[in-house]
């Protein structure tokens, strides 16, 4: 074989060779799919249901003078960035180095105890009353990111950080009350038993936050890899309005000793004003907010009733510390 075939089979193999290679190396677009778990780190006291504030109370009643009497109180803490997420992320590589992604992420909270109060008759276990709000959060986000990488081609650490913007979030919270009163006029074997179970969202003012991982990529084929990171969010969120959605409340008259229903009274979310169904947050109540002036039975007067009621704006935070695992598609 002389000196130009061999030249010529060295210059067909390197050709073939960057053929190869060209055809293996992937493009410079990703797609990340992702699940999770994320932790509080950031416990605060949670905000007031209506007038029920973050306590876990027992009360006893002293049924000839009612007066109360508190037994025990312990303040409700806790954060709204404990849940599971997931995440679609759209990425491109800039260099060896450095790539910019795009994750849309939707989160859910665990239930928390925002409220409980427990009446009791003084010197017995009768209970005439309860009080139990709990709350969770929905929400979805959009939280562009930069990645820092050495670049390594099997198993490549990085870090990534950027912003986090809700697009969309819902603080909802369920409460569900029992009360156990005497009836005017009747006697003491005739009392009016109450059940209220009433659903209210709030919504949030728009917002951002922060967000941070420490992770790695490893390569499991030509174009797919796996990874797992490490991420740290910080996202304070504020009240903006809220709205009960759901309401459902019976009242019966019964006969304790008989057990026979006398009458029965019921109130729907149709049934409530404008001022117990709609709330506007606010920095500061004065004169001129629309705030309760009483009550009537288990309705709540205002000073206006056919407006939205006046509060104090909330603060929660849905961030958290958590463990994020999925799949990486090159193109």
Known sequence: MNRKTLLCLALLAMAFTHGAHAQSTPGKFYMKVA??????????????????????????????TG???TLSERVLTGSYGEGVRG???????????????????????????????????????????????????????????????????????YVRFGFVVPLWGRLIIETDATRTSSVPGQPAVVVAQTTIHRKEEIKPNPTFGFQGALGFNYAVAR?????????????????KSKEVTEYDEVT?????????EIARQTRGVNDLSTAERETEYVTVLDQNSNTPTGTTGTKTNYKNDNAPANDLKSYINIGGLGLNAG???RF
Do not use: C, W
């Open 35 to 64: 699940g999770g778990y994320f932790f509080s780190v950031s416990p605060g006291q949670f905000p007031d249901v209506g007038p029920y504030p973050p306590r876990d109370e027992h009360v006893a009643v002293n049924p000839t």
């Open 67 to 69: 007066a109360t009497t």
């Open 87 to 157: 995440g679609l992320s759209f990425g491109y590589t800039l260099n060896k180095h450095f790539a910019i992604e795009g994750t849309f992420n939707y989160f859910h909270s665990k239930k928390n105890l925002m409220t409980k109060n427990l009446t009791t008759v003084q010197g017995t276990n009768t209970v005439v009353g309860s009080i139990e709000s709990h709350g969770h959060v929905n929400a979805i986000d959009f939280a562009p990111s930069l990645v820092v990488s050495p670049g390594y081609e099997k198993f490549n650490p």
């Open 223 to 239: 174009k797919l890899d796996i990874f797992a990171e490490a991420e740290y969010r910080n996202v304070p969120v504020r009240s």
């Open 252 to 260: 019966r008259i019964v006969n304790t000793t008989t057990g026979a």
């Open 327 to 329: 799949v990486r598609f």
